[in-house]
C-alpha cells in the first residue's frame, strides 16, 4: 500500500518553507497537503470550536496542489486524522517553520503543536525548522530534510513520540552533522511589546536569558545548531511526571480528613 503522509505548518500554505518540505516528499509515498490559509505561528495546539472551518483549494509552491484550512495548524491535523477530505495520513509532516523552534519554544509552536496532535492519536510525526526568518539557502536543505523522513517511514517511532528537527542559518555545504540533541531551556530572544504610554510608540522588553557555554546547555537543541548542526530532538506527548505522582501519595489528601477541617 501507497504511505498517506500529510503535510502542514504554521506559517501557512503560502510559505516558502511548506513549498520546500514538499519537495522533499516527493516519491516517498502520496502527499496531501492541508495547512492554514494564513501565519498562524505560536498557535501551540490551539483548535477552533466555536464555528464551523472552511478549506479552499490552493495552488501553492511550485504547482502544488493542496487545501488552505481557516483554521490553525492542529485543526488542519484533525480535519485529516478524521479522513473528512483525505485519506487518513500514515504520517504528519510539519514545517518547514521560518525561525527555530527550540527550548521551551516547541511549547508555543504551532509547528510543532501539529506534530503533537498526531502523536497524541497514535501517528508519527515530524516537525521542521530552520533557524533564520528569510533563508534563501532552504532549496539546498531537501537532501536532508528527505533523509529524516525516510528513516522514520524505514524505523518508525515509538507511539506518541515525535522528532522536532531544527536547522541552522546556512548553506548546505557548511553545515557540520546531524546530531541528536536534549531540549534546551528559555529562549534568548523572548520579549514583549508594550504600546508606548500617551501615545507614543510601542517598547520593546526583552526577558533576560543568558546561554552559558557549559553545564545544562551543553548538547541542547540551542548547543547544537549554534555549531552549524541540525538539531533532532525527540520529544513525547507525555507531560506526567511520575515522580511527582509517587510523591503525591505522600500528602495530606484524605477528604474526610479535609472536609472535617471546614
Same mark, same amino acid.
Do not use: K
Given at each position: ?11 501557512g500554505?503560502d ?6 518540505l514538499?519537495?522533499?516528499l ?10 492554514p ?14 464555528r ?7 495552488t ?19 480535519i ?10 500514515d ?14 519554544d ?10 503533537f ?5 497514535? /501517528? &508519527? ?22 533523509a529524516?523522513?525516510? /528513516? ?8 506518541h ?13 557548511t553545515?557540520?552533522?546531524? /546530531? ?17 504610554a500617551g ?5 520593546? /522588553?526583552y526577558?533576560p536569558?543568558?546561554h552559558?557555554?557549559?553545564g ?5 537543541d540551542?548547543d ?9 530532538? &525527540? ?14 501519595a505522600?500528602?495530606?489528601?484524605d ?8
Amino acid at each position: 500500500m501507497t504511505l498517506q503522509i500529510l503535510l502542514t505548518n504554521d506559517d501557512g500554505i503560502d510559505a516558502p518553507g511548506i513549498a520546500v518540505l514538499r519537495r522533499a516528499l516527493d516519491g516517498l509515498g502520496e502527499v496531501t497537503t492541508i495547512a492554514p490559509d494564513r501565519n498562524t505561528s505560536a498557535a501551540a495546539r490551539g483548535i477552533t470550536i466555536h464555528r464551523a472551518l472552511s478549506l479552499e483549494p490552493r495552488t501553492f509552491g511550485d504547482g502544488f496542489d493542496g487545501l488552505a484550512c481557516d483554521g490553525m495548524p492542529s485543526d488542519c491535523v484533525r480535519i485529516a486524522l478524521l479522513g473528512l477530505r483525505c485519506a487518513v495520513p500514515d504520517l504528519v509532516v510539519s514545517g518547514v517553520n521560518a525561525g527555530g523552534n527550540m527550548g521551551a519554544d516547541v511549547t508555543y509552536s504551532g509547528t510543532v503543536g501539529a506534530a503533537f496532535e498526531a502523536a497524541l492519536r497514535g /501517528h &508519527p510525526a515530524l516537525a521542521f525548522s530552520v533557524e533564520a526568518l528569510e533563508p534563501g539557502w532552504l532549496d539546498e536543505a531537501v537532501p536532508i530534510l528527505s533523509a529524516m523522513v525516510a /528513516h522514520v517511514v524505514e524505523r518508525g517511532l515509538p507511539r506518541h513520540s515525535i522528532l522536532n528537527v531544527n536547522l541552522p542559518d546556512r548553506p548546505l555545504a557548511t553545515v557540520t552533522g546531524i /546530531h541528536p540533541a536534549r531540549l534546551g531551556g528559555a529562549s534568548a530572544y523572548d520579549y514583549v511589546t508594550l504600546a508606548g504610554a500617551g501615545g507614543a510608540g510601542p517598547s520593546e /522588553h526583552y526577558l533576560p536569558c543568558e546561554h552559558p557555554a557549559s553545564g545544562e546547555w551543553v548538547d541542547t537543541d540551542f548547543d547544537v545548531v549554534a555549531s552549524g548542526a541540525v538539531a533532532v530532538t &525527540p520529544l513525547r506527548y507525555d507531560l506526567l511526571d511520575p515522580g511527582l505522582l509517587s510523591d503525591l501519595a505522600g500528602w495530606d489528601l484524605d477528604l474526610e480528613r479535609l472536609r472535617a477541617r471546614l
